[in-house]
């Protein structure tokens, strides 16, 4: 038996695969609690509205790794990066260009 056949192996990577999708939905709830707190920006003054830039900069890095980490686990689960592209809106190859084993180190 190899180690991607033990029984204990397939249990711990179900496992971890669970706290991860956990720890997304956990995230998705974050960033949408975020956007509606924003409120209407017409209503804020300046200091206001350059604190709402950095924030809006620090949610878009969040989603950006919140993203990164979905297509991930999408893929672990079986999705093809024609699947993952579609969704995303660009080609299967730009979609695993960017989230593929070259696009893991950035």
């Known amino acids: ?7 204990a192996v397939l249990r711990a990577q179900e496992r971890a695969r669970a706290k ?15 956007a509606e ?7 804020l003054d ?19 790794v919140t993203e990164r980490a979905a297509v991930l686990l999408a893929k672990d689960a ?9 969704a995303l809106g660009m080609a299967r190859q730009n979609a695993q260009a960017k989230y593929g084993a070259r696009g893991r180190e950035a």
């Open 1 to 7: 038996m190899t180690i991607d056949q033990d029984p």
């Open 20 to 34: 991860a999708r956990t720890e997304l939905a956990a995230r998705a709830r974050t960033l949408a609690g975020a």
């Open 37 to 43: 707190a924003l409120g209407n920006p017409l209503e």
């Open 46 to 64: 300046a200091a206001a509205l350059v604190q709402l830039a950095a924030d809006l900069r620090d949610l878009a890095a969040y989603a950006a």
């Open 78 to 86: 079986g999705a093809t990066w024609e699947q993952i592209g579609n």
